[in-house]
């Protein structure tokens, strides 16, 4: 009896084939996962006894029906070397972990980097060096499969480039073109853009290859700002409401990335990143990459946001990030916005923050009411705004937050 699992990649067909021709060589079913442990193909069964419930375990199980293990399972597993190994790595059952059953792990890489893994139960008597030689075999050649992929999506830098930074109307409409011929059957998918700002160097050759970034289909850089540039990252999701996929990319590119260019003011140099809303094909990816790079703006001006923000969570900043620069910055609040008055600034965007109420703001500054009064009175002064008036106070919190950006 066979049974095929729906093969996760659609660059080529051949995973499964290749998947099948180890079962076949080993003589047990066999799986293909990719070094985030999703899994991508699972081989033939030829007995009826693997078919049995009681032949799998729940991590064996859990791979097959989710088509992923947890991190838990993944750090478990890694912790026998299998990282690094260049042949199949023997892993015994642990019955307290969920295995209850020894495994064997196929190392699939290319180029002596890791790509993937293929899994088989390890039963007794389990298969012998020259069939495991021969399944190496056949990971070479899934490997380079893996590795084809992956320089297929760093090829597709130029159209993800174009689409992003393309003028609205029929330059934008022939760019998401040409992007969704190069991206085949993919391109009507769910996917997400990340921007990670400010990136270090607008040389392409400085930036990440495809195949180093967890989930990433293509990626490219794109100007930031007047001087700055930033990174973009497509990334395909399985459903809208899972973003998973792109938080992972997001922070392994701001844990791995080179620190970006110390700015000029006082303070440590810092990087950021932002989602976009998902969208299902490719009509409305500049939308999403300018909600990213609103997240990314946002997430640099507020640390709270976290170093990953996603464009539905930072609230006003959604407003204000689509203000051109010259727009937030009202001259009846410049003043405030001096260094001398660094501490009034804060009292009253801490007192907007709190709904104008002076028990919350006091306690939030660590200081006496009266104190709190004082220096309110003093920003009602220095602004020409009456804090009183519900339109006076919106001005002045929206140029405090717009201060930040």
Same mark, same amino acid.
């Given at each position: 009896?066979?049974?095929?699992?729906?093969?996760?990649?659609?660059?080529?067909?051949?995973?499964?084939?290749?998947?099948?021709?180890?079962?076949?060589?080993?003589?047990?079913?066999?799986?293909?996962?990719?070094?985030?442990?999703?899994?991508?193909?699972?081989?033939?069964?030829?007995?009826?006894?693997?078919?049995?419930?009681?032949?799998?375990?729940?991590?064996?199980?859990?791979?097959?029906?989710?088509?992923?293990?947890?991190?838990?399972?993944?750090?478990?597993?890694?912790?026998?070397?299998?990282?690094?190994?260049?042949?199949?790595?023997?892993?015994?059952?642990?019955?307290?972990?969920?295995?209850?059953?020894?495994?064997?792990?196929?190392?699939?890489?290319?180029?002596?980097?890791?790509?993937?893994?293929?899994?088989?139960?390890?039963?007794?008597?389990?298969?012998?060096?020259?069939?495991?030689?021969?399944?190496?075999?056949?990971?070479?050649?899934?490997?380079?499969?893996?590795?084809?992929?992956?320089?297929?999506?760093?090829?597709?830098?130029?159209?993800?480039?174009?689409?992003?930074?393309?003028?609205?109307?029929?330059?934008?409409?022939?760019?998401?073109? !040409?992007? =969704? &011929? *190069?991206?085949? %059957?993919? +391109?009507?998918?769910?996917?997400?853009?990340?921007?990670?700002? #400010?990136? $270090? /160097?607008?040389?392409?050759?400085?930036?990440?290859?495809?195949?180093?970034?967890?989930?990433?289909?293509?990626?490219?850089?794109?100007?930031?700002?007047?001087?700055?540039?930033?990174?973009?990252?497509?990334?395909?999701?399985?459903?809208? !409401?899972? =973003? &998973? *996929?792109?938080? %992972?990319? +997001?922070?392994?590119?701001?844990?791995?990335?080179?620190?970006? #260019?110390? $700015? /000029?003011?006082?303070?440590?140099?810092?990087?950021?990143?932002?989602?976009?809303?998902?969208?299902?094909?490719?009509?409305?990816?500049?939308?999403?990459?300018?909600?990213?790079?609103?997240?990314?703006?946002?997430?640099?001006?507020?640390?709270?946001?976290?170093?990953?923000?996603?464009?539905?969570?930072?609230?006003?900043?959604?407003?204000?990030?689509?203000?051109?620069?010259?727009?937030?910055?009202?001259?009846?609040?410049?003043?405030?916005?001096?260094?001398?008055?660094?501490?009034?600034?804060?009292?009253?965007?801490?007192?907007?923050?709190?709904?104008?109420?002076?028990?919350?703001?006091?306690?939030?500054?660590?200081?006496?009411?009266?104190?709190?009064?004082?220096?309110?009175?003093?920003?009602?002064?220095?602004?020409?705004?009456?804090?009183?008036?519900?339109?006076?106070?919106?001005?002045?919190?929206?140029?405090?937050?717009?201060?930040?950006?």
């Amino acid at each position: 009896m066979r049974e095929n699992a729906r093969v996760t990649s659609e660059f080529k067909g051949d995973y499964q084939e290749l998947v099948d021709e180890i079962s076949e060589l080993l003589g047990a079913p066999a799986t293909l996962e990719n070094r985030d442990f999703e899994l991508i193909a699972f081989g033939a069964y030829d007995s009826e006894d693997e078919l049995d419930a009681s032949a799998l375990d729940p991590v064996r199980t859990r791979s097959i029906l989710t088509r992923r293990s947890t991190s838990a399972v993944r750090t478990w597993f890694e912790g026998f070397g299998i990282t690094r190994a260049t042949g199949p790595v023997r892993i015994p059952r642990t019955p307290e972990a969920g295995v209850y059953r020894g495994r064997i792990c196929l190392p699939v890489r290319h180029r002596s980097v890791v790509l993937g893994y293929v899994w088989l139960l390890d039963d007794d008597p389990g298969p012998t060096d020259r069939q495991l030689s021969a399944a190496m075999e056949v990971t070479a050649r899934i490997g380079a499969l893996l590795a084809d992929e992956a320089q297929h999506g760093a090829d597709l830098s130029r159209e993800l480039r174009a689409v992003l930074t393309a003028e609205r109307g029929w330059q934008g409409d022939m760019a998401v073109a !040409e992007l =969704r &011929t *190069a991206l085949g %059957a993919r +391109a009507d998918g769910v996917h997400t853009v990340v921007c990670v700002a #400010p990136w $270090p /160097s607008a040389d392409p050759d400085d930036a990440p290859s495809v195949r180093t970034v967890p989930h990433a289909t293509a990626l490219c850089t794109v100007p930031w700002g007047t001087t700055g540039q930033s990174l973009a990252v497509l990334v395909r999701l399985r459903s809208p !409401e899972v =973003r &998973t *996929a792109a938080l %992972a990319a +997001a922070s392994r590119l701001l844990k791995e990335s080179p620190a970006p #260019p110390r $700015p /000029s003011t006082r303070g440590p140099a810092r990087m950021a990143a932002g989602l976009g809303e998902p969208r299902t094909g490719l009509a409305d990816l500049g939308t999403v990459w300018q909600e990213a790079s609103a997240a990314a703006r946002a997430a640099l001006a507020e640390p709270r946001f976290g170093p990953v923000a996603e464009w539905s969570r930072i609230g006003p900043y959604r407003l204000l990030t689509a203000l051109s620069p010259d727009t937030v910055h009202d001259p009846a609040v410049t003043p405030l916005l001096s260094p001398a008055h660094q501490e009034l600034a804060r009292t009253a965007e801490v007192y907007l923050d709190c709904a104008g109420q002076a028990g919350r703001t006091a306690a939030e500054l660590g200081i006496h009411r009266q104190t709190l009064y004082y220096r309110l009175s003093r920003v009602e002064q220095l602004t020409g705004l009456d804090l009183d008036d519900g339109e006076d106070r919106l001005l002045l919190h929206m140029a405090l937050k717009g201060a930040r950006l």
